[in-house]
């Protein structure tokens, strides 16, 4: 089946530093992926909708400066949380669609200190 | 806007017998798609079963089914024959059928499999 690939799997961060995460489709091409974000024992939330070639899509609430989004090619997309802070600590999971199905990348825990 | 709701945050059941996870949408939409997500410890998102909104018939992969009614708005998973590693949390989510893919979860059911 098809594979997301989803890269640092967990990673820690001083307050203040801008932390990027990478989101690969192995085995497929993906003009669209997306970043979703996830609070301990709650569910995914859908942050932002990422285009390859184009500008991402954000989701209400969700701060353009602060998360950025780059589609470069059909299979990568980056997510840069930048100046993070402790508020921002949480797990990001990247996702791509291939033939009508969504696949999932296996997350990043983000924690900042 | 469409919602999805699951109103059991945790469920328990007996190895080797059936349970059933109940999933509610509000959608005005008449083309959409519903999935059962499984998310064990390792927190990697697994696809269990997909059902499009256009056919009746229920989906079914192995021991997974699901009872579809349209009309009701509900979409339950059934898990038959469970065993220890269908232990994780059951994300329901839905998707319009003509948006690019996004997925709206509800807030999950955590079930557990005991021996």
């Known amino acids: 089946g098809a594979v997301v690939s989803q890269h640092p799997s967990r990673v820690i961060c001083k307050s203040g530093t801008s932390v990027k995460i990478e989101c690969r489709s192995l085995d497929f091409q993906a003009t669209t992926m997306f970043w979703y974000r996830q609070f301990p024992k709650q569910s995914l939330m859908l942050m932002a909708t990422?285009?390859?070639?184009?500008?991402?899509?954000?989701e209400q609430g969700v701060e353009k400066d602060k998360f950025l989004i780059n589609h470069a090619s059909l299979t990568l997309s980056t997510l840069t949380v930048t100046s993070a802070h402790p508020e921002d600590s949480s797990f990001y999971i990247c996702?791509?669609?291939?033939?009508?199905?969504?696949?999932f990348g296996s997350g990043t825990q983000l924690s900042v200190l | 806007a469409q919602t999805v709701t699951q109103s059991q945050p945790e469920m328990s059941v007996q190895e080797a017998e059936t349970v059933t996870l109940s999933c509610t949408y509000d959608t005005s939409e008449s083309d959409y798609y519903l999935f059962w997500y499984k998310q064990p410890p390792s927190r990697q998102m697994i696809l269990v079963i997909r059902q499009e909104a256009y056919k009746q018939q229920n989906a079914t992969e192995n021991r997974f089914s699901v009872n579809f009614q349209k009309a009701a708005k509900s979409f339950s998973l059934k898990i038959s024959d469970s065993q220890l590693g269908d232990a994780a949390m059951y994300f329901c989510a839905y998707r319009s059928g003509g948006s690019q893919g996004n997925l709206i979860f509800g807030k999950g059911t955590k079930l557990s499999v005991k021996p």
């Open positions: 996702s791509a669609l291939r033939n009508e199905k969504l696949f």
């Open positions: 990422s285009n390859e070639g184009s500008k991402a899509t954000y």
